[in-house]
Antibody
């Protein structure tokens, strides 16, 4: 069955960097666009970024563009999110999710990894 | 960027009720709209895409309608398992996948 497992979360100081990973299994990873979505404590869902199945295209939400970078390694079935210049408002649970198909919604999600930005 | 606005933010209902949640897009998105259900501590679950197409395994009491800028999620005969927060999401329009702010359906 499809599994997405995020890792790399934790407590980080403002201004520092963190890299999240998402290990995928149970489907052909290289055939699907992949996304990152976050949810601040007690708040709604915020879409962050998408990467095409062949990594040829990336798009970002305005709130993270220039600070966050999405990437993937299809040989290792792994998705990444590099987060730089972190701020307190980046504190959230970060989910990776799989597209149904190109430019479609997200049909499988990981359980999320918590990132806390605090001094 | 396209903005998505849901109403109401919170909805109180009882088992057996018919519930309607609205979602409005700031510009036309054709039928590129999805609905998700989220329960506390869990990731979202895709319910509907293309505004009205039910995802596999989703009960038929859920339905979606609308186009352009106005959309509706309807739950017929609300069940105990349906108490959750619901989000709309636009996609395949401006290379963003924007969510609405959510509607909590509570007892």
């Amino acid at each position: 069955q499809v599994q997405l497992v995020e890792s790399g979360g934790g407590v980080v100081q403002p201004g520092r960097s963190l890299r999240l990973s998402c290990a995928a299994s149970g489907f052909t990873f290289s055939s699907h666009g992949m996304h990152w979505v976050r949810q601040a404590p007690g708040k709604g869902l915020e879409w962050l970024a998408v990467i095409a199945r062949d990594a040829s295209l990336e798009y970002y939400a305005a709130s993270v563009k220039g600070r966050f970078t999405i990437s993937r390694d299809n040989s290792k079935n792994t998705l990444f999110l590099q987060m730089d210049s972190l701020r307190a408002e980046d504190t959230a649970v970060y989910y990776c999710a799989k597209e149904v198909r190109d430019y479609y919604p997200l049909d499988y999600w990981g359980q999320g990894t918590l990132v806390t930005v605090s001094s | 960027d396209i903005q998505m606005t849901q109403s109401p933010s919170t909805l109180s209902a009882s088992v057996g009720d018919r519930v309607t949640i609205s979602c409005r897009a700031s510009q036309s998105i054709s039928t590129w709209l999805a609905w998700y259900q989220q329960k506390p501590g869990k990731p979202p679950k895709l319910l509907i895409y293309r505004a009205s197409t039910l995802e596999n395994g989703v009960p038929s009491r859920f339905s979606g309608s609308g186009s352009e800028t106005e959309f509706t999620l309807t739950i017929n005969s609300l069940q105990p398992d349906d108490f959750a927060t619901y989000y709309c999401q636009q996609y395949n329009t401006d290379f963003t996948w924007t969510f609405g702010q959510g509607t909590k359906v509570e007892i």
